[in-house]
Nanobody
């Protein structure tokens, strides 16, 4: 599967952005999907994940209540709605996928990665 993120940009603190990840292939519904992010000089970290049907979601504590992950299997897309953005949310955001029934939260768990989209939160 090939993944392509979009929707990043510059936003002021407390603003919102919606990231999208488009996946190629006809078996998108077989993949657990996730978002990770990597800030300058830091390790890539887990943000959110969603099960194949969308019935199970997981979030890092730092984004709970502010970010929402969702998917549209008919469109082969996964989304990350980000509200109440903070400067510390500034990072390159990556979409990841794994053909699995289990939802993982580690970089090593996922098999496929997009190229990333940059999000900058600054006034």
């Amino acid at each position: 599967v090939q993944l392509a993120e979009s929707g990043g940009g510059l936003v002021q603190p407390e603003g919102s952005l919606r990231l999208s990840c488009a996946a190629s292939g006809r078996t998108f519904s077989s993949y657990v999907m996730a978002w990770f992010r990597q800030a300058p000089g830091k390790e890539r970290e887990f943000v959110a994940a969603i099960s194949r049907t969308g019935g199970i979601t997981q979030y890092d504590d730092s984004v709970k209540g502010r970010f929402t992950i969702s998917r549209d299997n008919a469109k082969n897309e996964v989304y990350l709605q980000m509200n109440s953005l903070k400067p510390e949310d500034t990072a390159v955001y990556y979409c990841a996928a794994k053909p699995s029934v289990l939802v993982g939260t580690t970089v090593a768990w996922y098999d496929y990665w997009g190229q990333g989209t940059r999000v900058t939160v600054s006034s």
